[in-house]
C-alpha cells in the first residue's frame, strides 16, 4: 500500500513554455500532498503543500505564480512550472502521508526531472 | 527556523565495514523518520522512532532516537554494495504536517 505515483518521469521543454507535473495516490486518498525540488547532489527542499479543495501553501522564496499547483482529488494533484527557464530545470518530486496508518511519514512519487533548453 | 542537520555529508566504505550516520535537530521532535534514496531514484520510508531511546533494527540497520528526543543516528552493520544511496533523516515541523530534512548521507561502498 502507499503508492505514489508522478507523471512524466522526465521532461524536455524550451525556455518559456509551461510543463505540467502530475502527481497520484494510487492506494489511497491524501488529503495532502507535498512538493519538493532537489538539485543535484542536493537535500529535498520543500516547495509547497498542496491541500485537496483549497489553496497551496508555499514556502517562503517559493514563487506561487511561476509555480502553480492544483489539488483537484483526493487523488490527484499537478504541479505547473509557468514560463519555464534553464534555472528551473532540476528533479521535482511529490509525497503524500497516508491517513490510513495514523503515523507521520511520507511516501514519495517517483519524480520527475524538468530540463529546460 | 527548525533546522536538521546530519554528518557526514559522504562516507566510502570497504564492504564489510560499518557505516553510521548522525543526525541532530535543532528543537526536539514528536519523531525522526529516516529515508533512503538510490542514486537517481527516489526517497523511500524506512522507519519511524517516536520513543525517547527507542532502538529499532531492521536486518543489518540499527536505528536509534536520543534520550532528548533531538538526535538520531542509523548504523549499518557489514555494508553490502546494495546499501550504496544517500540516507535522510527528517523531523516533523511542530504543528504540521511538513518535514524537515538532514541534508543527507551519501554513502558509496567499494566492492
Known amino acids: 500500500g502507499a503508492v505514489v505515483s508522478q507523471h512524466p518521469s522526465w521532461v524536455i521543454c524550451k525556455s518559456g513554455t509551461s510543463v505540467k507535473i502530475e502527481c497520484r495516490s494510487l492506494?489511497?486518498?491524501?488529503?495532502?500532498m507535498f512538493w519538493y525540488r532537489q538539485f543535484p547532489k542536493q537535500s529535498l527542499m520543500l516547495m509547497a503543500t498542496?491541500?485537496?479543495?483549497?489553496?497551496?501553501?508555499?514556502e517562503q522564496g517559493v514563487e506561487k505564480d511561476k509555480f502553480l499547483i492544483n489539488h483537484a482529488s483526493l487523488t490527484l494533484s499537478t504541479l505547473t512550472v509557468t514560463s519555464a527557464h534553464p534555472e528551473d530545470s532540476s528533479f521535482y518530486i511529490c509525497?503524500?502521508?497516508?491517513?490510513?496508518?495514523?503515523?507521520?511519514?511520507?511516501?514519495f512519487g517517483p519524480g520527475t526531472r524538468l530540463t529546460v533548453t | 527556523g527548525q533546522q536538521v542537520m546530519q554528518i557526514p555529508q559522504y562516507q566510502h566504505v570497504q564492504e564489510g565495514e560499518d557505516f553510521t550516520t548522525y543526525c541532530n535537530s535543532s528543537?526536539?521532535?514528536?519523531?525522526i523518520q529516516w529515508y533512503k534514496q538510490r542514486p537517481g531514484g527516489h526517497p523511500v520510508f524506512l522507519i519511524q522512532?517516536?520513543?525517547?531511546?527507542e532502538v529499532k533494527k531492521q536486518k543489518r540497520l540499527t536505528f536509534q532516537f536520543g534520550e532528548a528526543k533531538k538526535n538520531s543516528s542509523l548504523h549499518i552493520t557489514a555494508t553490502q554494495t546494495t546499501d550504496v544511496g544517500t540516507y535522510f533523516c527528517?523531523?516533523?515541523?511542530?504543528?504540521?504536517?511538513?518535514?524537515?530534512f538532514g541534508k543527507g548521507t551519501k554513502l558509496t561502498v567499494n566492492p
Open positions: 509525497s503524500a502521508r497516508d491517513p490510513r496508518r495514523g503515523t507521520y511519514e511520507q511516501y
Open positions: 492506494d489511497f486518498q491524501a488529503t495532502t
Open positions: 498542496s491541500n485537496e479543495g483549497s489553496k497551496a501553501t508555499y
Open positions: 528543537t526536539t521532535l514528536s519523531n
Open positions: 522512532l517516536v520513543k525517547s531511546g
Open positions: 527528517a523531523g516533523p515541523v511542530r504543528g504540521s504536517e511538513k518535514l524537515v
